[in-house]
């Protein structure tokens, strides 16, 4: 018997898997008190405090789905590590504020985040399955202030049509598949009306936390307004279950492409063999490991943070060991908006006139003779 039918048969007695497998019931019945945590986990001090004192931001909640993952004796069990609260968040470190991407100085209307040229952020809902301890956005997920109401999101969708750059929408939030598949298909069929709106894209965990939402009538929804790509974002293997399998197969079977965002968490994914098994593990679910993240310098995060050494190494590893499927690319958002900047270990040992010296897995040095063609002057992108 799964542990996730046990735990089911324990905590919830009387409810059947047909109603487990419902993701409003999944919704309705989320842990998101103190009292409801503790009667299925062992909270320790440092959690229970964090839990007894007022939070400035950021909410609890996590659905019954993802709490049956997490070993309930076991302090430092890595997806605990991400949903419970603990006192380390209460605390602001060097260099750390609420909004460390700058977003909110680059939204031109409500909900709207327009940092690049040509693709927007659309924040659909702040609302949230289950909210991670380490959110880029605590700062207004799950506070109430970007109620998904299509009244709201006509703004939004008024400043896309007016700005014909704008190729590229990334439905984020809060999670936008947390949205009923009504208001999701009004959204998406809105913007695919858009003729400049080449690509839709849509930021979401709800594969990883609540896979019971990935029904076939929303896997039908979401692949008719392609080209559409799916970032789902899984932290660790122990997330990668039967049921998030079963999500992703439909999303792909629907033809969606999908990509994984991950975030460096010390104490959750940052060793070389936990990330090997993560995205090894995905590319068997059909999802292409896009990027790593390092830890945005957000209030409260220290904890979860590493050194960049740490993702360094990690990617260096992952290169010496597998397919160049497995190997996302290491991304730093830079602190106040100035956006992604790729992070790689360096390969290149020297450069001489005419030639390269570089090194490879195994630390051994080869030379290479570099053509003759110069670069052309085109080659500078315009920006
Ligand atoms: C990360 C991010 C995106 C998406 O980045 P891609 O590299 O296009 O996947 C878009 N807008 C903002 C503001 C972002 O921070």
Redesign the pocket.
Known sequence: MSETIQFRRRHFPGVSAREWNDWKWQLRNRLDTPQRLSRILDLTAPERDALTRPRRTLPLAITPYYASLIDPHDSTDPLRRTMIPTVSELTRTDGECDDP?G?DAHSPVEGI?H??PD?V?FLATDFCATYCRYCTRSRVVGGGELPPAESRWETGLRYIEQHAEIRDV?ISGGDPLTLADSKLDWLLSRLRAIPHVQIIRMGTKIPAVLPQRITPALAKILSRCKPFWLSVHFTHPHELTREAGTACARLADAGIPLMNQTVLLAGVNATIATMLELNQGLLRFRVKPYYLHQCDAVTGTSHFRTTIETGLRIIDGLHGHTTGYAVPMYML?APGGGG?IPLSPDYIVSRQSGTVTVRNREGKHYTYHEGTARSPSDLAPSV
């Open positions: 991407l977003e985040v940092t690049y693709k952020l990334l958002d992604k």
